[in-house]
C-alpha cells in the first residue's frame, strides 16, 4: 500500500497552506498526519482524518474522502515550516506513511 | 505523561544484528489497549514502520522486513526490545520507540515519540 504527497508545498505567512495525500481508498483508511521539525521527534496533529489531539492548535484541520486526504493549515506561521507526514493503517496489515511534504514559509 | 527512551549500539558492522531496547513510563503493557512499535529514519528521508507488539502479545511487522524484525516486550521493567538482523548499510537511520494506541479501533495512530537513537551500519 502506497501512500503518495507533494515533496513540497511553500506557502505565504498568514495564508492557507492545503498539503494533500493521495492512496487507494484512504479516506477510508482513517488516516493521521504528523509534523516534523527539524532535528525533532514528529508529533501526532490529526487523527482519524480530522480530529485533533489536545494541545494541538485549532488552526490544523483534516478532512478525508475517497483517495484524498487532506491537511489544511490556516493562518500559517513561520513556526509551522516542517515536514508533514501522512499515515494510514492498512487493515492491520501494515502501518503506511506517506514520503512526506516540507511545508515552506516564505 | 508517557515517555519512551531507545537505547541500543550507535555502530553496527554489515551481517551483525542489531538489538534495540525502549524503556518506557507512563503507562503499562499489561493493559489493555496498550502497544509499543518501532519506526525509523533514514538521515534526510521519510518514516518507516517496522513493528508493534500489543498487552495480548500480539505482533506485527511490517510486510517488507518481517523476515529480519522480532519484537518483544518484558512487562516487568516496561522494556521492549526490537532485533534486527543482517544489518546493512542502508538500514541506517534514526530508530524511534513510540506509543501505538487504536487497538480495536479502526485505526491506530502514534501519539507519543522517543527521542530516537542513530544507529549506523558501516564496516
Known amino acids: 500500500y502506497e501512500l503518495t504527497q507533494p515533496p513540497s508545498v511553500t506557502v505565504s505567512p498568514g495564508q492557507t497552506a492545503t498539503i494533500k495525500c493521495s492512496g487507494d481508498?484512504?479516506?477510508?483508511?482513517?488516516p493521521c498526519w504528523y509534523q516534523q521539525k527539524l532535528g525533532q521527534s514528529p508529533v501526532l496533529i490529526i487523527l482519524?482524518?480530522?480530529k485533533r489531539p489536545s494541545g494541538i492548535s485549532e488552526r490544523f484541520s483534516g478532512s478525508r474522502s475517497g483517495n484524498t486526504a487532506t491537511l489544511t493549515i490556516s493562518g500559517t506561521q513561520a513556526m509551522d515550516e516542517a515536514d508533514y507526514y501522512c499515515q494510514a493503517w492498512d487493515s492491520r496489515n501494515d502501518f503506511v506513511f506517506g514520503g512526506g511534504t516540507k511545508l515552506t514559509v516564505l | 505523561q508517557i515517555t519512551l527512551k531507545e537505547s541500543g549500539p550507535t555502530l553496527v558492522k554489515p551481517t551483525q544484528t542489531l538489538t534495540l531496547t525502549c524503556t518506557f513510563s507512563g503507562f503499562s503493557l499489561s493493559t489493555s489497549g496498550e502497544g509499543v512499535a518501532w519506526i525509523r529514519q533514514p538521515p534526510g528521508k521519510g518514516l518507516e514502520w517496522l513493528a508493534v507488539?500489543?498487552?495480548?502479545?500480539?505482533?506485527l511487522y511490517s510486510p517488507s522486513l518481517k523476515n529480519r524484525l522480532i519484537i518483544t516486550k518484558d512487562t516487568s521493567t516496561n522494556q521492549v526490545a526490537l532485533t534486527v538482523t543482517n544489518m546493512d548499510p542502508v538500514d541506517t537511520a534514526t530508530y524511534y520507540c513510540v506509543h501505538q494506541s487504536g487497538y480495536g479501533s479502526v485505526a491506530d495512530w502514534v501519539d507519543f515519540w522517543g527521542q530516537g537513537a542513530l544507529v549506523t551500519v558501516s564496516s
Open positions: 481508498k484512504v479516506g477510508d483508511k482513517y
Open positions: 507488539i500489543y498487552w495480548n502479545e500480539d505482533k
Open positions: 482519524h482524518g480530522d
